[in-house]
T-cell receptor, first 114, second 113 residues
């Protein structure tokens, strides 16, 4: 079945540092890929998405590129802020048929210090 | 729009008690789902619905029931709570079953003693 593996946390960075959170997936066909963010005490929010190979999703300074050859969707940001402290989830939705559900990774806790 | 709302925010139950977690959305979304979030496990799908009157099981359905009598509401029932059901529960919805953006509620934190 479908699965998502993302880098284990926690990740602690200083403000303005470069961020990478790795995400790889296993799925048949051409899944859609997502990054969700969960701020403390809140539900998940969609951060960015990509629906086909080589697509780049971007939002709020975060980027991720759908790499089918390496089955990866790594999240990057050039300069993190304290307000980026949150848990980040990589997720996929399989392609075709009645495959509606999202498969999530286990989440990566990011803490950004001033 | 209020988006996706969940009640209660926090609940403590004793083993064997029953309760219903409420979820509602005002966006006329067809697809609604329930997840549980446990430390180190990410989110796991419990049940989902592709429209009023239609529900199906997800990855971890045992111990939970759902119904979808209206488009807006998708309650999750625990018939006989167990300590293993201690978790944070999230409801989510999307415009269509294949809708790419799922909107999540704020969550219900459940503690079963």
């Amino acid at each position: 079945g479908d699965s998502v593996t993302q880098m284990e946390g926690p990740v602690t960075l200083s403000e303005e540092a470069f961020l990478t959170i790795n995400c790889t997936y296993t799925a048949t066909g051409y899944p859609s890929l997502f990054w969700y963010v969960q701020y403390p005490g809140e539900g998940l929010q969609l951060l960015l998405k990509a629906t086909k190979a080589d697509d780049k999703g971007s939002n709020k300074g975060f980027e991720a590129t759908y790499r089918k050859e390496t089955t990866s969707f790594h999240l990057e940001k050039g300069s993190v802020q304290v307000s980026d402290s949150a848990v980040y989830f990589c997720a996929l939705r399989g392609s075709g048929g009645s495959n509606y559900k999202l498969t999530f990774g286990k989440g990566t806790l990011l803490t950004v210090n001033p | 729009n209020a988006g996706v709302t969940q009640t209660p925010k926090f609940q403590v139950l004793k083993t064997g008690q029953s309760m219903t977690l409420q979820c509602a959305q005002d966006m006329n979304h067809e697809y609604m789902s329930w997840y549980r979030q446990d430390p180190g496990m990410g989110l796991r799908l419990i049940h989902y619905s592709v429209g009023a009157g239609i529900t199906d099981q997800g990855e971890v359905p045992n111990g939970y029931n759902v119904s979808r009598s209206t488009t807006e509401d998708f309650p999750l029932r625990l018939l006989s709570a167990a300590p293993s059901q201690t978790s944070v529960y999230f409801c989510a919805s999307s415009l269509t079953p294949a809708g790419e953006t799922q909107y999540f509620g704020p969550g219900t934190r459940l503690l079963v003693l």
